[in-house]
Nanobody, 123 residues
Framework: QVQLVESGGGLVQDGGSLRLSCAASGRTFDSYAVGWFRQAPGKEREFVVTISRSGRSTYYANSVKGRFTISRDNAKNMVYLQMNSLKPEDTAVYYC????????????????WGQGTQVTVSS
């Protein structure tokens, strides 16, 4: 069973950058697509971006397209989320999770959620 741990969150000013990491345990990490989701206080969990098993295909939410970049290193069991030009509305807890059905924008297709990492963007 694969377990995920997110890191890299923090407090940043409007327009700043952060790089989130998602570390996976287990030997079958490259069998799964990986997605990032976020949840702001009082709001539902929201899809951010996903990456295919090989890393060759990605799919971004319109709200982050052009500002966020996802990548993965299967040799290191890592997925990264580079976030640039951050805005206050990006403030949320960010989660990574695995998908066995290919890369998808629906949280229902994901499992093995990490504990999340807080990102706060101040105006």
């Amino acid at each position: 069973q694969v377990q995920l741990v997110e890191s890299g969150g923090g407090l940043v000013q409007d327009g700043g950058s952060l790089r989130l990491s998602c570390a996976a345990s287990g030997r079958t990490f490259d069998s799964y697509a990986v997605g990032w989701f976020r949840q702001a206080p009082g709001k539902e969990r929201e899809f951010v971006v996903t990456i295919s098993r090989s890393g060759r295909s990605t799919y971004y939410a319109n709200s982050v397209k052009g500002r966020f970049t996802i990548s993965r290193d299967n040799a290191k069991n890592m997925v990264y989320l580079q976030m640039n030009s951050l805005k206050p509305e990006d403030t949320a807890v960010y989660y990574c999770a695995l998908s066995s059905v290919g890369y998808s924008g629906s949280s229902k297709d994901y499992h093995s959620w990490g504990q999340g990492t807080q990102v706060t963007v101040s105006s």
